[in-house]
C-alpha cells in the first residue's frame, strides 16, 4: 500500500524557518518525482515545490523562490522541504506526493497522487 507521512510543521514567527519531512512507502521511491503543495483555508490546494527521481532537478512556485528548498534522500525514502524566511501568508497545511503521471509538468497538481494528510505551518506575524 502507497503511503506518505508529512512531519515537522508547527507554529513559527515571521522570519523564521523550518523543515519539513515526507516519508514514502509502498512504490520504489528513487523511480518518482515528487512534489510538495500547500493548501491555505478557504484556498485551493497549490504547487510549491517538485524534484526528480534523482534530486538533479528541482522546480519551485514563484511565490517560494530563494526562500524554499526541496531536496530527497532516495536512500531514506524521504523528501524534504527547507522552509525559510516565513511569513504570515506562508500558513497552511502542507502536503507531499508522488508524481504519478507525466503529461504536463511538475508544475501540475494533477500529475500527483497518493497524498498524505499533511502537516500545518502556522506563521505567526
Known amino acids: 500500500q502507497v503511503h506518505v507521512v508529512e512531519s515537522g510543521g508547527g507554529l513559527v514567527q515571521a522570519g523564521g524557518s523550518l523543515r519539513l519531512s515526507c516519508a514514502a512507502s509502498?512504490?520504489?521511491?528513487?523511480?518518482?518525482?515528487m512534489g510538495w503543495f500547500r493548501q491555505a483555508p478557504g484556498k485551493e490546494r497549490e504547487f510549491v515545490a517538485a524534484?526528480?527521481?534523482?534530486?538533479?532537478?528541482?522546480y519551485y512556485a514563484d511565490s517560494v523562490k530563494g526562500r524554499f528548498a526541496i531536496s530527497r534522500d532516495n536512500a531514506k525514502n524521504t523528501v524534504y522541504l527547507q522552509i525559510n524566511s516565513l511569513k504570515p501568508e506562508d500558513t497552511a497545511v502542507y502536503y507531499c506526493?508522488?508524481?504519478?503521471?507525466?503529461?504536463?509538468?511538475?508544475?501540475?497538481?494533477?500529475?500527483?497522487?497518493?497524498w498524505g494528510q499533511g502537516t500545518q505551518v502556522t506563521v505567526s506575524s
Open positions: 506526493a508522488f508524481r504519478l503521471r507525466y503529461t504536463n509538468s511538475y508544475y501540475d497538481i494533477n500529475e500527483y497522487g497518493s
Open positions: 509502498g512504490r520504489t521511491f528513487s523511480s518518482y518525482g
Open positions: 524534484i526528480n527521481w534523482s534530486g538533479s532537478l528541482t
